[in-house]
């Protein structure tokens, strides 16, 4: 008798169509959460962008009016900005601003947002602060070789920031709306990770935000200033030398330079042209590094190469933990340099600006025009205590922005 696979070829198909008639539902079933997800993460981007547009408009009417931030900051509210008003002028939702006091010299912004459907929630939370000076150095432009470190605050620049060398480090945080160099390796593409999130980024490149635009001092002030005793103008190029311990107004209409061995001086240096620091002072005194200095070295630190632990000294001014001390200058504890300052206070230069190996400065350094910062070996240590009179700093500067947990409206 003849054989046939006719019965096989038959069971195989009905196994096929039973496994098919097994996986139709769970393949319905994955196209449909598919589909799910989909729609419920375009209403998450569009709440969280509708967030955005208000914290936006939550930073306007702060700067509206100087009188705003008076209000804010006295305790009282505005009218609208107290989440007692939701909006729904923005198309994909509706939203609720809340601007509230933290304290006399800082404000926060909530802004709450829902998609059309009233499902899904973002908030942002963004802090101003009236500080004038927000970094040790803001430039336009920040190259740095050798052994220049800047210490207890971040390196912030309009341009871009290059370091090599012994700068070449894990710290200070590095910020800028153009490019890190070396580290940002895609020309254009901003940091994936936000600057204030755990992750701890230790630079931060093609972003605008948290570099803020360099302050204005109020230039024709301490111009003024400067011809009145005991402060002091020069018409041309100007080299310190000496202690001078009285804190003072120089106003250097032609540039000038720090240029002799054991040189101090103290309190505002406004230079029309390139300035240079580049030998070390001859001022000791002690002081306490800012109380978040320790931001700067949550990914290494000089003294032990890890990053900011319970042990202290691993930085200058270091008490442990997210904790500093007092510190002073010429100690060489937590990697420090054994050298001493030769100027303390406020820099501000309109040429270029150049620290040479032995300098070593306390204060704050602004750099604007089309001049650019140039190190080589200098030491320069951030001091957020300096009092300036800037003529646009009415209204605070943006010093965090964050995503947060949303309250249901």
């Known amino acids: 008798m003849k054989k046939t696979n006719k019965g096989n070829i038959l069971v195989t198909v009905l196994l096929i169509i039973a496994a098919f008639g097994l996986m139709i539902p769970a ?38 009016t100087p009188a705003n931030w008076a209000t ?14 939701v909006y729904s002028d923005v198309t994909g939702g509706s939203y609720k601003i809340n601007i509230y006091r933290i304290s006399s010299t800082s404000v926060g912004i909530i802004a709450t947002a829902k998609d059309a459907a009233g499902k899904e929630f973002r908030a942002i939370r963004s802090i101003y602060g009236k500080s004038s000076i927000v970094a040790p150095i803001q430039v336009p432009s920040y190259s740095a070789g050798g052994n220049f470190m800047v210490w207890w605050g971040p390196i912030y620049s309009v341009g871009d920031i290059s370091v090599s060398g ?27 990770t936000n600057i204030d999130s755990n992750a701890n980024p230790e630079w931060w490149s093609y972003n605008s935000y948290p570099v803020p635009d360099a302050p204005t001092p109020d230039l024709a002030w301490y111009e003024a200033q400067s011809h009145i005793s ?18 003072k107004i120089r106003w250097c209409a032609a540039g000038g330079e720090i240029a002799s061995v054991g040189t101090f001086l103290r309190g505002y240096i406004f230079s029309m042209g390139d300035f240079s620091i ?3 002072g001859g001022y000791a005194y002690t002081v306490t590094p800012p109380a978040d200095a320790w931001k700067e070295y949550t990914r290494a630190t000089p003294g032990e190469g890890h990053a900011d632990t319970a042990d202290d000294d691993e ?8 904790t ?32 040479g190996a032995n300098a070593l400065i306390h204060g704050a350094i602004v750099v604007t025009g089309g001049g650019g910062f140039g190190g080589g070996g200098a030491d320069l240590f951030y001091d957020d205590t300096l009092n300036i009179q800037f003529s646009n700093s ?13 309250t249901p409206f």
């Open 27 to 64: 393949i319905v079933m994955f196209v449909k959460n598919e589909a799910n997800w989909s729609v419920k993460e375009r209403k998450q981007t569009e709440a969280f962008h509708l967030a955005e547009s208000a914290n936006d408009r939550g930073d306007w009417k702060l700067s509206e």
């Open 72 to 85: 804010i900051t006295s305790g009282s509210s505005i009218v609208g900005y107290a989440n007692d008003v």
């Open 166 to 192: 012994a700068s070449n480090r894990l710290y200070p945080r590095k910020m800028a709306r153009g490019r890190v160099s070396p580290r940002a390796t895609a020309p254009g593409v901003p940091n994936p």
């Open 230 to 247: 005991p402060n002091e103008y020069y018409s041309t190029f100007k080299s310190f030398s000496g202690v001078d311990t009285t804190s």
């Open 278 to 280: 580049t030998k070390k």
């Open 315 to 322: 930085y200058p001014g270091d008490g442990g933990y997210h």
């Open 324 to 355: 500093v001390k007092p510190y002073t200058f010429g100690e060489t504890d937590g990697g420090a340099p054994n050298k001493l300052p030769a100027f303390r206070g406020f820099l501000y230069v309109t040429g270029t600006f150049s620290g």
């Open 394 to 406: 009415a209204t605070g500067a943006r010093t965090s922005w964050e995503e947060i947990t949303p």
